[in-house]
């Protein structure tokens, strides 16, 4: 399959090549014909399988060939994400996709000025990527018309449920035109989803490239069980014994990534932090500081979960495991892209051993766990498994002399986990050919 066997306009095809892509992902190969046929979709895509250009393709070539120009005020396609850097992100990959076409697009979000955004559309855009939020703030000041409306595209659905947009997303249904086509995106699939999917699509043709809540297979995860006031100790401890380059590390709270930013900025190590109380364009500019290799580690709260490209990111660590369990899939979701190879190591605690239950039991598989030396936890970590078995009497750790365990996390380093998936035969894989060109 090729690009050009799916129908896609030459200043499309010259932009993908431009990018390096060779050839389709499986989202893309299914979601780009039934787009450009102007069928509704209900999307579960992993991360990483290239479903922005799933549906970004198809939305620019439809917005050059069809409907009218785009009056002031006003917006011809309507593309909501959960989070700001998903909307710069996504944005970007529009601009793109769309860089030899003659189409205006835009991204709004909240955290910044909005004067700035009622002026831009004044002349009215063809796209527009928006958190919900700000969208409505701009249509209650009436800066936005939604009857030009064509295409609305949900990315990141269930995140936008999880960040409790629910509210905003139904009055943005109720103010959008009943005759449109609406895309929706998704990395996990719940029942208020599936739901939601149900009052707004119209025969949707659905399209499952991965099977659900399965986390890809091309990253390597296992689990380092520690005491909770070790945690970032070790951290340290694996960051220079190990040599790691550029990690992503994940924490619980706001106050969690202050703290592990402090402790490793006394050590002299680079690093950057993101959460919800910074200001956007501290967020950003943390983002791109990572993005170009300026920092060697960023932590981050959920916020930064879902949806960031981050080309060649090597390692993510979970300094503490997630409340909600799908967040797992999606943190790992940030290595291990576009058929790269891709490390995740969680520090757990005893406490944690709920979620880490719930995980196992939602990627259906054991993560395997590796003991660190002169680290082992005086709270023992109770033996799980993907049944959600939690057992109540941990096994005795084995005694192991440093040199077996160096062995052994040697091994558990460079061999790929055996995960206790059924099938994983339809995780999507690229040929990426040559190294894609960044802008
Ligand atoms: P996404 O899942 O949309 O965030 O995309 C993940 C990464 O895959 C991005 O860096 C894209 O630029 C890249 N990508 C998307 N489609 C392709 C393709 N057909 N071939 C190679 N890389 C791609």
Same mark, same amino acid.
């Given at each position: 399959?090729?690009?050009?066997?799916?129908g896609?306009?030459e200043? +499309?095809?010259?932009?993908?090549?431009?990018?390096?892509?060779?050839t389709p992902?499986?989202v &893309?190969?299914q #979601?780009?014909?039934a787009?450009?046929?102007?069928r509704d979709?209900?999307?579960?895509a992993?991360?990483?399988t290239?479903k922005t250009a799933?549906?970004a393709l198809?939305?620019l070539q439809?917005?050059?060939?069809?409907g009218a &120009?785009?009056a002031?005020n006003?917006?011809?396609a309507?593309?909501?994400?959960? $989070?700001?850097?998903?909307?710069?992100?996504?944005?970007e990959?529009f601009?793109q996709?769309?860089?030899?076409?003659?189409l205006?697009t835009?991204?709004?979000?909240?955290?910044?000025s909005?004067?700035?955004q009622?002026?831009?559309?004044?002349?009215?855009?063809?796209l527009?990527?928006a958190?919900?939020?700000?969208?409505?703030?701009?249509f209650?000041?009436?800066?936005?018309?939604?009857?030009?409306?064509?295409?609305?595209?949900?990315?990141?659905?269930?995140?936008?449920?999880?960040l409790?947009?629910?509210e905003e997303l139904?009055?943005?249904?109720?103010?959008?035109?009943?005759?449109r086509?609406?895309l929706?995106?998704?990395?996990?699939?719940s029942?208020s989803?599936?739901l939601?999917?149900g009052?707004t699509?119209n025969?949707?043709?659905?399209i499952?490239?991965?099977?659900?809540?399965?986390? #890809?297979?091309?990253?390597e995860q296992w689990?380092?069980?520690?005491?909770?006031?070790?945690?970032s100790?070790?951290?340290?401890?694996?960051?220079r014994?190990?040599?790691?380059g550029?990690?992503?590390?994940?924490?619980?709270?706001?106050?969690g990534?202050?703290? +592990?930013c402090?402790?490793?900025? #006394?050590?002299g190590?680079?690093?950057d932090g993101?959460?919800?109380? =910074?200001?956007q364009?501290?967020r950003?500019?943390a983002?791109?500081?990572?993005?170009?290799?300026?920092? &060697?580690v960023l932590?981050?709260?959920?916020?930064a979960?879902?949806?960031?490209?981050?080309d060649?990111?090597?390692?993510?660590?979970?300094?503490?495991?997630?409340i909600?369990a799908?967040?797992?899939?999606?943190?790992i979701?940030?290595?291990?892209?576009a058929?790269?190879?891709?490390?995740?190591?969680?520090?757990?605690c005893?406490?944690?051993?709920q979620? +880490?239950?719930?995980?196992?039991?939602l990627?259906?598989?054991t993560?395997?766990?590796?003991?660190?030396?002169d680290?082992?936890?005086?709270?023992?970590?109770?033996?799980?498994?993907?049944s959600?078995?939690?057992?109540?009497?941990p096994k005795?750790?084995? $005694?192991t002399?440093? =040199?077996?365990a160096l062995?052994?996390?040697?091994?558990?380093?460079s061999a790929?986990?055996k995960?206790?998936v059924?099938?994983?035969?339809?995780?999507p894989?690229?040929?990426?050919?040559?190294?894609?060109?960044?802008?």
């Amino acid at each position: 399959m090729t690009f050009a066997s799916l129908g896609l306009i030459e200043p +499309l095809l010259r932009a993908i090549d431009t990018l390096g892509y060779e050839t389709p992902s499986p989202v &893309q190969g299914q #979601a780009i014909p039934a787009v450009l046929a102007g069928r509704d979709l209900m999307a579960a895509a992993q991360t990483g399988t290239g479903k922005t250009a799933g549906f970004a393709l198809p939305l620019l070539q439809r917005l050059t060939l069809e409907g009218a &120009q785009v009056a002031s005020n006003s917006v011809r396609a309507l593309v909501l994400v959960p $989070t700001r850097e998903l909307a710069e992100q996504v944005h970007e990959s529009f601009r793109q996709y769309g860089q030899f076409l003659p189409l205006r697009t835009y991204a709004v979000y909240g955290g910044v000025s909005i004067n700035p955004q009622m002026m831009k559309l004044r002349k009215g855009v063809d796209l527009l990527v928006a958190t919900p939020g700000r969208l409505l703030d701009l249509f209650r000041q009436n800066a936005i018309k939604f009857n030009q409306v064509q295409t609305l595209v949900l990315d990141e659905a269930d995140r936008m449920l999880d960040l409790g947009f629910a509210e905003e997303l139904r009055s943005v249904y109720a103010a959008l035109p009943k005759k449109r086509q609406t895309l929706l995106f998704s990395a996990t699939f719940s029942e208020s989803i599936r739901l939601l999917a149900g009052q707004t699509l119209n025969d949707p043709l659905s399209i499952e490239v991965s099977p659900r809540n399965v986390a #890809a297979s091309s990253v390597e995860q296992w689990v380092i069980p520690v005491d909770k006031k070790r945690k970032s100790e070790l951290f340290l401890h694996l960051l220079r014994e190990r040599k790691w380059g550029q990690v992503l590390v994940f924490a619980k709270t706001r106050k969690g990534v202050d703290a +592990l930013c402090e402790e490793l900025e #006394a050590e002299g190590v680079s690093v950057d932090g993101i959460h919800g109380d =910074k200001p956007q364009a501290t967020r950003q500019r943390a983002l791109d500081r990572f993005k170009a290799r300026e920092v &060697q580690v960023l932590v981050a709260t959920d916020v930064a979960a879902r949806g960031l490209d981050i080309d060649d990111l090597p390692l993510v660590v979970n300094l503490d495991l997630p409340i909600v369990a799908e967040d797992y899939v999606h943190r790992i979701g940030r290595t291990g892209r576009a058929g790269a190879k891709g490390k995740a190591v969680s520090l757990v605690c005893a406490d944690e051993v709920q979620l +880490l239950a719930a995980i196992e039991v939602l990627t259906r598989q054991t993560l395997r766990r590796v003991d660190e030396p002169d680290f082992e936890p005086d709270h023992r970590v109770p033996q799980t498994d993907a049944s959600g078995q939690v057992l109540k009497k941990p096994k005795k750790p084995k $005694t192991t002399g440093s =040199k077996a365990a160096l062995g052994r996390w040697v091994e558990s380093e460079s061999a790929p986990a055996k995960p206790q998936v059924k099938s994983v035969r339809n995780v999507p894989s690229f040929n990426t050919g040559p190294k894609k060109k960044k802008p």
